[in-house]
């Protein structure tokens, strides 16, 4: 079992799954670009580093939860990044949400230097992040996925090996593509229902128990007041940002148009996300599609 886990990237999602790994008795070394993000993990009980080495001077395994491509390319292959900072036999997992081509990538620039990387992007949100209650979608050689098991058992409640390097991520992006679809539908529908004078509450009580029922609505609904705490309760603050959504169907339209797959709901919604993400919406929780949707009736 790993005793030191060095954890990088403390965001919505990176600090309460760091908490926990606290919480459960790992030895954890913290590191963000944020400083404060660090500071609010050593108020919890984790050591503090102040750079991408020093958190991995020791590390038996480090976890990353990172934004995008570049931010994971730039922390793991710099010249004093994570590869050449890391001891020999250390197990590396990245969590954030990436093209799923990179992974192979690392693996083969981890294998260079005698270290095992895997990928394990991550489901749930935020609120999952915090009870420990994640999916997790893992690609890699099944001996470092048994072995990075207990550390994802401390973050989350589901698990699946989906296979090799990349397949995480594939199954990561197609997850998000249909989230990004059942979160428009889902505020399609709950507008048109408000609109015609349905209680928000009773209609997504007809809903969460009726053929339309899905995550998005039953777990996260977008409209304001139908579930307390969720992002849309508290004015679309914190949660999944629409510049993360925006990525991630992103990644699912570059896959799709690498082997000629057509996605004509993927299409619409990204449109609609990008649109969000230039009119000022860019740091919301992305089920402020319904405040768009509402806004425009009456026009
Ligand atoms: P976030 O923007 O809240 O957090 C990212 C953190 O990484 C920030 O604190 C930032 O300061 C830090 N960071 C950036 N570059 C860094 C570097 N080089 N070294 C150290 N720290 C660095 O993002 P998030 O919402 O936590 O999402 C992280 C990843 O998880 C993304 O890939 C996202 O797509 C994925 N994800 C998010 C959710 C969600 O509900 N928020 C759910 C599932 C998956």
Redesign the pocket.
Known sequence: LFSQVGF???????GPMANNLVKKNFKVTV????AK?RTALVANGAHESNS?KEVCENAECIVT????NQ?VL??YTTSDGILKSVPRGCTLID????DYQIPKKLAALAKDMEVNFIEA???G??MAAREGRLSFMVGGEGEIVEKARPILEAMGAKFVHCGGHGSGQAAKMCNNLLLAISMAGVSEAMNLGIKLGLDAKKLAAVINTSSGECWSSRVYNPVPGVIDGVPSSKNYEG???VT?MV??LGLAENAASDKGVKLPLGDQVTSLYRHLHENGFSGKDFSVIYKYLESLAGK
């Open positions: 990088i990237g403390l965001g919505n999602m990176g590191f963000d670009t944020d993000k991408l939860m990172l934004p995008a931010h730039d922390a969590c954030s949400t990436i992007p991550v489901s949100g935020i949660g999944f940002s993360l990525k991630d």
